[in-house]
């Protein structure tokens, strides 16, 4: 696997191999995931991170993920809501398509819920359209 030192994924093992409880406010923050503008279409260089993601689901087989999906506060919360659905089930979709256990896997979508930065400037509203890894079960 090629990860950043950094990256997600180091984050998300260092979690599950800890003695950590799981809890419903430890989410862990996709870093190399692309989509296209205004769409649920993942760009193929986000193939690299979902395939780190799937080898560590197949690592650690009582691992179990919810993935979150945000959006900026632009557009109305009724499209915000379904293009943050439409983007954690497409992540979800893939990573089943590169091997992951759909059992394992949920998706829920936030809309402009729980921003990260204030919705002031592009480069903190580019930080708002995310989605995010909990683990439900270790």
């Known amino acids: 696997m090629n990860i950043p030192q ?5 984050k998300l093992i260092e979690f ?7 809890d419903s406010t430890t989410w862990f923050f996709f870093d190399r995931l ?3 503008t205004n769409s ?12 780190n993601i799937v080898a560590i689901l197949k690592a650690y087989p009582n ?15 009724e499209i915000n809501l379904k293009l943050s659905q439409d983007r954690a089930d497409s992540v979800r979709a893939q990573m089943i398509q590169l091997g992951a256990d759909a059992s394992r896997l949920e998706a829920k979508g936030y809309g402009s819920e729980h921003p990260v930065a204030p919705n002031d ?5 580019a930080k708002n359209r995310r989605i995010d890894i909990l683990v439900i079960e270790k």
């Open 63 to 77: 691992v179990k993920l919810k993935l979150g999906g945000y959006t900026d506060n632009t557009g109305t919360e």
């Open 121 to 125: 400037t592009d480069e903190n509203r």
């Open 40 to 51: 649920a279409q993942l760009e193929p260089q986000s193939d690299e991170q979902l395939n």
């Open 16 to 22: 599950i191999e800890s003695s950590a409880p799981v």
């Open 34 to 36: 692309l989509f296209k």
């Open 6 to 10: 950094y990256g997600v994924e180091n």
